[in-house]
């Protein structure tokens, strides 16, 4: 039994674009879970420090 080429490209593209659905909301999701504020406004602003040290 052969499956047909558009078969397999139909399949190919949408596990394709459900991948990448699940894997933008999963950056969104981290991107704003609460615990990483503190994280992500240190790294804004260490840029504007005059400091030579990593963060701890």
């Given at each position: 039994?052969?499956?047909?080429?558009?078969?397999?490209?139909?399949?190919?593209?949408?596990?394709?674009?459900?991948y990448?659905?699940a894997?933008?909301?999963?950056?969104v999701?981290?991107?704003?879970?609460?615990?990483?504020?503190?994280?992500?406004d240190h790294?804004a602003?260490?840029?504007?420090?005059?400091?030579?040290?990593?963060?701890?």
């Amino acid at each position: 039994m052969s499956v047909a080429h558009d078969v397999v490209v139909g399949i190919s593209k949408s596990f394709g674009l459900f991948y990448l659905i699940a894997l933008s909301i999963g950056v969104v999701a981290y991107t704003l879970w609460p615990s990483n504020k503190p994280r992500f406004d240190h790294a804004a602003q260490s840029i504007l420090r005059d400091e030579d040290k990593p963060w701890r």
